[in-house]
Protein backbone atom coordinates (compact mmCIF):
# COMPACT_ATOMS: atom_id res chain seq x y z
CA UNK A 1 0.00 0.00 0.00
CA UNK A 2 2.82 2.61 0.87
CA UNK A 3 4.25 2.05 -2.09
CA UNK A 4 1.30 2.83 -4.08
CA UNK A 5 0.53 5.99 -2.12
CA UNK A 6 4.21 6.65 -2.52
CA UNK A 7 3.96 6.43 -6.45
CA UNK A 8 1.03 8.53 -6.34
CA UNK A 9 2.61 10.72 -4.66
CA UNK A 10 5.23 11.00 -7.21
CA UNK A 11 3.51 11.02 -10.11
CA UNK A 12 1.39 13.99 -8.87
CA UNK A 13 4.29 15.92 -7.35
CA UNK A 14 6.33 15.31 -10.71
CA UNK A 15 3.41 16.56 -12.93
CA UNK A 16 3.09 19.67 -10.13
CA UNK A 17 6.67 20.61 -11.23
CA UNK A 18 5.77 21.08 -14.69
CA UNK A 19 2.54 23.16 -13.66
CA UNK A 20 0.33 20.48 -13.43
CA UNK A 21 -1.62 21.21 -10.02
CA UNK A 22 -3.90 22.76 -8.23
CA UNK A 23 -3.01 26.30 -7.25
CA UNK A 24 -4.17 25.13 -3.13
CA UNK A 25 -5.74 23.58 -0.90
CA UNK A 26 -9.25 24.79 -1.62
CA UNK A 27 -8.95 23.85 -5.21
CA UNK A 28 -7.73 20.16 -4.30
CA UNK A 29 -10.58 19.97 -1.76
CA UNK A 30 -12.93 20.78 -4.63
CA UNK A 31 -11.69 18.19 -6.70
CA UNK A 32 -11.44 15.42 -3.51
CA UNK A 33 -15.56 16.84 -3.45
CA UNK A 34 -16.25 16.49 -6.81
CA UNK A 35 -14.96 12.50 -6.80
CA UNK A 36 -16.51 12.16 -3.67
CA UNK A 37 -19.59 13.17 -5.37
CA UNK A 38 -18.88 11.11 -8.06
CA UNK A 39 -18.29 7.87 -5.79
CA UNK A 40 -21.89 8.28 -3.74
CA UNK A 41 -23.62 8.25 -7.03
CA UNK A 42 -21.98 5.11 -8.23
CA UNK A 43 -23.22 4.02 -4.84
CA UNK A 44 -26.80 5.28 -5.20
CA UNK A 45 -26.84 3.37 -8.42
CA UNK A 46 -25.11 0.03 -6.92
CA UNK A 47 -22.52 0.17 -9.78
CA UNK A 48 -19.86 -1.63 -8.52
CA UNK A 49 -17.45 -0.90 -11.59
CA UNK A 50 -18.09 2.40 -11.78
CA UNK A 51 -17.45 2.47 -7.89
CA UNK A 52 -13.88 0.86 -8.46
CA UNK A 53 -13.05 2.91 -10.47
CA UNK A 54 -14.07 6.67 -8.46
CA UNK A 55 -12.77 4.64 -5.50
CA UNK A 56 -9.77 4.95 -6.85
CA UNK A 57 -9.83 8.66 -8.21
CA UNK A 58 -11.25 9.78 -4.82
CA UNK A 59 -7.97 8.07 -3.17
CA UNK A 60 -5.72 9.75 -6.12
CA UNK A 61 -7.05 13.29 -5.60
CA UNK A 62 -6.85 12.72 -1.65
CA UNK A 63 -3.16 12.56 -2.04
CA UNK A 64 -2.99 15.52 -4.50
CA UNK A 65 -4.12 17.04 -1.19
CA UNK A 66 -0.44 17.11 0.17
CA UNK A 67 1.02 18.96 -2.71
CA UNK A 68 -0.36 22.53 -1.47
CA UNK A 69 0.29 21.47 1.98
CA UNK A 70 3.93 20.96 1.63
CA UNK A 71 3.02 17.35 3.52
CA UNK A 72 3.25 13.97 2.60
CA UNK A 73 0.15 11.75 2.11
CA UNK A 74 2.43 8.67 3.07
CA UNK A 75 3.42 10.31 6.37
CA UNK A 76 -0.48 11.70 7.22
CA UNK A 77 -1.55 8.56 6.61
CA UNK A 78 0.51 6.82 8.82
CA UNK A 79 -0.12 9.10 11.67
CA UNK A 80 -3.68 8.42 11.06
CA UNK A 81 -3.40 4.28 11.31
CA UNK A 82 -1.53 5.23 14.66
CA UNK A 83 -4.20 7.38 15.78
CA UNK A 84 -7.08 4.73 14.43
CA UNK A 85 -5.21 1.88 16.46
CA UNK A 86 -4.85 3.45 19.59
CA UNK A 87 -8.12 4.87 20.32
CA UNK A 88 -9.45 1.80 18.72
CA UNK A 89 -7.34 0.06 21.63
CA UNK A 90 -8.65 2.33 24.22
CA UNK A 91 -12.61 1.99 22.82
CA UNK A 92 -12.07 -2.05 23.06
CA UNK A 93 -10.33 -1.53 26.43
CA UNK A 94 -13.27 0.98 27.82
CA UNK A 95 -16.36 -1.64 26.75
CA UNK A 96 -14.37 -4.59 28.28
CA UNK A 97 -14.44 -2.33 31.82
CA UNK A 98 -17.88 -1.36 30.85
CA UNK A 99 -18.89 -5.41 30.82
CA UNK A 100 -20.38 -5.03 26.83
CA UNK A 101 -18.66 -7.24 24.19
CA UNK A 102 -17.31 -6.36 21.24
CA UNK A 103 -18.57 -8.36 18.77
CA UNK A 104 -22.15 -8.27 20.35
CA UNK A 105 -22.69 -4.86 20.84
CA UNK A 106 -24.46 -2.69 18.64
CA UNK A 107 -22.75 0.09 16.31
CA UNK A 108 -24.75 2.84 18.12
CA UNK A 109 -22.76 1.23 21.20
CA UNK A 110 -19.34 1.03 19.89
CA UNK A 111 -19.63 4.53 18.50
CA UNK A 112 -20.44 6.03 22.19
CA UNK A 113 -16.88 4.40 23.23
CA UNK A 114 -15.14 5.24 20.11
CA UNK A 115 -16.34 9.20 21.01
CA UNK A 116 -15.07 8.94 24.26
CA UNK A 117 -11.52 7.93 23.43
CA UNK A 118 -11.70 10.77 21.15
Given at each position: ????????????????????????????????????????????????????????DLLFACVGLA????????????????????????????????????????????????????
Amino acid sequence: MTNTLSASEKIQSDAAREGFAWPDIVAALDKVQEELDELRECADNCDSNAFFEEFGDLLFACVGLAIPSGRSAVSALQHANHKFSERYSRMKRGMTEAGQDLCSSSLKEKLEHWNVCK
